[in-house]
């Protein structure tokens, strides 16, 4: 990888391994809900009505970890 980037994505490997994953397996609705804030444009009130479309309006959540934004849909243990 060039620029640096090498340390960025060793970084978020760490930080899934170390935290995201295991916060997400005891809390998995700890993430705040991506479709609750309204789009700021028609643009992404386009993209989101896409991702609605596709994957049938899912529980999507997202979580901070460090300088990333992990988007990640919630099971519905059901289905």
Partial sequence: MQGGSSGAFDRLLGELAD???????????????????????????????RLRARFGAPDIREYAAGDFVILYALADPDR
Wanted: hydrophobic share 40%; charged share 30%.
């Fill in 19 to 49: 935290a995201v994953i295991p916060n997400l397996e005891r809390w998995p609705e700890m993430g705040r809900r991506f479709f609750d804030d309204l789009p700021g444009s028609i643009e992404a009130g386009d993209a989101i009505d």
